[in-house]
């Protein structure tokens, strides 16, 4: 089964920045889409950004032109680079599968923006 660990949450001011990372064992990673979501506190989990094993990328609108996903499959590693952060982005990052999260979920990493 594989396992995902986050990492690269914090604490940010608003219009701050900051990467997470997903390191994911197994060589499924490499050939399966794979997302981020979040989970804000009293919130549904959300899919925010996808990304094919080929490389194209999807966003949802409140995160689009202000996060990027991007992938190193020699690494079994996803990214976020997250821009222009806003006190709405305030939840806990995980990623997984995409569009269905059908792995086993991460610890998370939590990211708080606040001034």
């Known amino acids: 089964q594989v396992q995902l660990v986050e990492s690269g949450g914090g604490l940010v001011q608003p219009g701050g920045s900051l990467r997470l990372s997903c390191v994911a064992s197994?060589?499924?990673?490499?050939?399966?889409?794979m997302g981020w979501y979040r989970q804000a506190p009293g919130k549904q989990r959300e899919l925010v950004a996808a990304?094919?094993?080929?490389?194209?990328?999807n966003y949802a609108d409140s995160v689009e032109g202000r996060f990027t996903i991007s992938r190193d499959n020699t690494k079994n590693t996803l990214y976020l680079q997250m821009n222009s952060l806003k006190p709405e982005d305030t939840a806990v990052y995980y990623c997984n599968r995409a569009p269905v999260g059908m792995f086993y979920w991460g610890p998370g990493t939590l990211v708080t923006v606040s001034s």
């Open positions: 197994g060589s499924i990673f490499s050939i399966v889409t």
């Open positions: 990304i094919t094993r080929g490389g194209s990328t």
